[in-house]
């Protein structure tokens, strides 16, 4: 009798062990994948002050001219992407209200956020992107009509 109960139990532990390591994996990668968003987010977000420096010096060059009309559109894409940053940052606080924090989910919530996850990868590069792209053109721009 002691014999079947130390192997039931032996058998449960190591179940229980098995589940622990996958949801480890499981929190690893989603931890690594955080990790990944917010490094992109962090690479991006001192570039928003020159943003905001861009979005005057190419306001101030807007009028009806072609050379103006060039100013506005360079002005609208760099609003565009401040603004793209800024819902970014507010909507990633709302998907992962914990990202900062070490919170552990069961294995079915880590398997529930993988694609929201993804989703996010997506968009912080394309948010990355315009941002970069906006203040390149906007400053190859000023340099051509200086």
């Not at 917010?38 to 005057?56: N, Q, W």
């Not at 401040?82 to 209200?97: L, Q």
């Not at 990355?128 to 400053?139: F, T």
Request: hydrophobic letters at 30%.
């Amino acid at each position: 009798m002691k014999k079947t109960l130390l192997l039931i139990f032996s058998g449960i532990f190591l179940v229980s062990c098995g589940e622990n390591q996958k949801a480890s994996k499981e929190k690893q990668h989603y931890d690594e994948s955080i990790d990944e968003i917010l490094e992109v987010h962090d690479d991006v977000m001192p570039k928003m002050g020159t943003l905001s420096s861009l979005i005057e010096k190419t306001e101030a060059e807007i009028d009806t001219t072609e050379r103006g009309k060039e100013f506005e559109k360079a002005n609208k894409n760099l609003k565009e992407a401040h603004d793209f940053m800024m819902t970014w940052m507010k909507n990633f606080g709302d998907k992962f209200p914990n990202a900062l924090l070490d919170t552990t989910y069961s294995k079915e919530e880590y398997k529930k956020r993988e694609p929201i996850l993804s989703a996010e990868k997506e968009e912080v590069k394309e948010m990355k992107d315009r941002v970069n792209e906006s203040i390149e053109k906007a400053q190859e721009l000023l340099t051509k009509t200086s």
